[in-house]
């Protein structure tokens, strides 16, 4: 691209001073670049308390500081290394000798940006844990009260309402919200908040989030961190019904159950009234089965008691005594044997341990007054020695 270079209107001999050079800066720029789209990356990203936000936007070669005054729409949020294309005007700074751009409009630079802003957005949250499996809640069977979330205008809603009188038709309520442009993921986040919130007889049994096709651009809203947040703080189960099939926004990853579109966000928080109908025939089929298996077997056993006849049951009880006996018989001969055993070992021990076999080897027992004397220097008379065949007095 070729600039045409401008013709100078300041003369070499005209003096001003640093206030009026700084203005006369200033007219010359804002009116040379009343307008201009610039494309790079963002860098410095500052949020000031009065609600500007200041940044630098540049490529590998330059870098220009951005202004982005408060209340104008910014539809994503802004990010370091992010490729935009911002719309402004060109102004100075007196104050700091330097130049800006006023941004009244900003963009993604295509869908690469966009991709690649998302992936990093979604790597975050994921580190969070808001993607996990484990926070997924399952979805009512049959649900009371369905809260919707998306614009009341769009087909979205339509499409939604069809679907679920077409199945099962069930109490609906809607949440009005933008679900495109500066305040659709504001407007989100707050519908589910609205939903968790409500009392118990508003308070739906699950929420679904929903809107129809359109460009990643146009769908970015649902990707943006306060509606990720939202939705994993929620109480209530959420089905995400965004775009068409192949479009997967980060909203997806964090419901607890991803639907293609909004039709089939429907088809998954209502089972059909055939389905139904089918289920109760099934379940009726499998009780009279098992209804008729149970009456066989109460037949089955009247029958087996009533081939009997009093005296063979007598008989059978009979025989069941006398197996007992003979039972308790082997039981008790086996105790009385080992009772034996236990004597007869025991009477064994006792004669190991007697004194007579002792006496038997050659020793013998002196005794005064029944009192053995074990020494020599206490023997007195009378006394009396006993031997192992026989007992001698001494006087």
């Not at 045409?4 to 300041?10: A, L, N, S, T, W």
């Not at 295509?110 to 969070?128: D, T, V």
């Amino acid at each position: 691209m070729t600039i045409d270079k401008p013709e100078p209107f300041v003369k070499p001999d005209m003096i001003f001073s640093v206030s009026d050079a700084a203005a006369l800066l200033k007219g010359v720029v804002e009116t040379a670049f009343p307008n201009i789209k610039i494309r790079g990356e963002l860098s410095q990203i500052t949020k000031a308390a009065s609600g500007h936000i200041y940044m630098t936007i540049k490529d590998s070669g330059a870098a220009i500081s951005a202004i982005v005054w408060r209340g104008t729409p910014v539809p994503f949020q802004l990010a370091d290394g992010l490729e935009v294309i911002i719309s402004g005007k060109f102004t100075t700074y007196p104050a700091r000798s330097n130049y800006q751009i006023i941004v009244s409009e900003i963009e993604m630079a295509g869908a690469g940006a966009i991709l690649k802003m998302l992936e990093e957005r979604k790597q975050k949250l994921a580190a969070m844990g808001l993607f996990d499996a484990s926070r997924k809640k399952p979805l009512p069977r049959f649900p009371r009260t369905i809260g919707i979330v998306t614009s009341p205008t769009g087909a979205a809603f339509q499409d939604i309402q069809n679907r679920l009188r077409e199945r099962f038709p069930v109490r609906v309520l809607l949440y009005p919200a933008m679900v495109q442009g500066v305040t659709a993921a504001a407007e989100v986040a707050a519908g589910i908040k609205y939903f968790n919130e409500c009392s118990n007889e508003d308070r739906p049994d699950v929420i679904i989030v929903a809107r129809g096709g359109g460009s990643l651009e146009d769908l970015l809203p649902f990707s943006e961190e306060i509606v990720v947040h939202a939705a994993a703080e929620s109480k209530i189960p959420i089905v995400s019904g965004v775009g068409h099939e192949p479009d997967w926004m980060l909203i997806d990853f964090v419901a607890d159950f991803r639907a293609p579109t909004p039709t089939g966000a429907a088809e998954a928080v209502v089972p059909t009234k055939i389905s139904i109908a089918g289920e109760i025939e099934n379940l009726s089929h499998r009780m009279s089965q098992s209804y008729i298996a149970r009456l066989k077997h109460l037949q089955q056993t009247v029958k087996n008691l009533s081939v009997k006849s009093p005296r063979q049951m007598i008989m059978e009880r009979a025989q069941r005594l006398d197996d007992i006996g003979r039972t308790m018989n082997i039981i008790i001969e086996n105790k009385l044997a080992r009772a034996r055993q236990s004597v007869t070992h025991t009477e064994q021990m006792l004669n190991s341990l007697s004194y007579k076999n002792v006496l038997l080897r050659g020793y013998a027992i002196v005794r005064h007054n029944e009192k053995i004397i074990g020494r020599a220097a206490d023997f007195v008379r009378p006394a009396e020695i006993e031997f192992a065949d026989g007992i001698v007095p001494i006087s």
